[in-house]
């Protein structure tokens, strides 16, 4: 890349001299957070990695990143600098895309970070409709809590998420999948599996099982239950939904959890009861970064996602 458009000290214009490089390697130390790692994802030397940065640096005349022993940040300047670089480096891939042989340019690697309860409902149907079509790209899911989730999408560790509405980052968006109701999920010999609806106030009389307070859900529960009096505590707690079911088939109570957690077809031992007063929702959905545009490889996985049942138009 070379352009005459900057006006400096030592003449009206010079020559600004760095190549498509160099901005990969500027992207892959912000998104990985050190040098060392940028450098195994560029596949190149740390020495090689440091002279790209050097070398845009100075043909910028700005300083971008601020580098201690521990820890590099991007300076006011590569902070402004970074969604130009990733809009101009998601735009080649775009076009890269539309010459040629598009399916043989998709390879490499696309990391989708989802709460469990997402990876089990909208992932398998998913992953394999995308595998049928693009053998080549190798999948990387990261099941992990809804904060893990925000964070993988804020730092470019994945190229988007799914997970539910909550304390998202405020670089992150949240684009609207499939709206969702808690329900009881017992056992099918337990006392309230003929019933259609249960109160909580009801459900709370008999064992339960809980969400510890790390969990996204918890969160969303505490809030919509605030002031609500529980008359004991929980038998048991634990940090995923799908850890929970396994311990109601078990048989050590009930647990309310979100409607998409449960199986999609009849399971010969789990049933589910609908949860009213109050009826709690949530809302599941993509998150993306603000300002990024996603590669072809991921818009390819959002439009197979959004093609499932029961999901809502795209936004």
Excluded at 26 to 54: C, H, K, N, P, Y
Excluded at 125 to 146: E, T
Excluded at 189 to 211: G, M
Aim: hydrophobic share 45%.
């Amino acid at each position: 890349m070379r352009a005459r458009q900057r006006p400096n000290q030592r003449g009206p214009w010079v020559s600004i001299n760095f190549d498509l490089n160099d901005l990969k390697a500027f992207r892959a130390v912000v998104e990985q957070g050190t040098f060392r790692a940028a450098a195994d994802t560029v596949r190149i030397t740390q020495s090689a990695l440091s002279r790209r940065i050097e070398k845009l640096e100075t043909a910028l005349g700005v300083k971008l990143l601020e580098r201690t022993t521990r820890k590099v940040s991007l300076t006011n300047v590569g902070r402004a600098f970074l969604p130009q670089v990733e809009r101009l480096l998601d735009d080649l891939d775009l076009a890269l895309l539309s010459v040629g042989d598009g399916g043989a340019l998709r390879t490499g690697t696309l990391t989708i970070a989802c709460v469990p309860s997402a990876a089990y409902y909208f992932m398998p149907h998913a992953i394999r409709a995308f595998h049928g079509q693009y053998p080549k790209v190798r999948i990387n899911l990261f099941d992990a809590s809804a904060n893990e989730v925000s964070a993988a999408v804020a730092s470019g560790e994945a190229d988007f998420g799914l997970s539910f509405t909550g304390n998202l980052a405020p670089e992150i968006e949240f684009s609207t999948l499939l709206e969702e109701r808690y329900v009881i999920a017992c056992r099918r010999d337990h006392p309230l599996a003929q019933r259609e609806v249960v109160s909580w106030a009801e459900a709370y009389e008999h064992d339960y099982i809980t969400l510890g307070k790390s969990s996204g859900n918890r969160l969303v529960l505490d809030r919509a239950l605030a002031g609500m009096q529980v008359p004991k505590e929980s038998v048991c707690e634990a940090r995923h939904v799908t850890t929970l079911l396994g311990l109601i088939e078990a048989g050590l109570g009930i647990a309310a959890v979100p409607s998409i957690a449960l199986p999609l077809m009849p399971h010969p031992i789990l049933a589910s009861v609908a949860l009213v007063e109050p009826e709690v929702t949530r809302k599941m959905g993509l998150l993306k970064r603000r300002g990024r545009t996603l590669t072809p490889a991921a818009l390819e996985m959002e439009r197979l996602i959004r093609q499932l049942p029961g999901v809502l138009p795209g936004d």
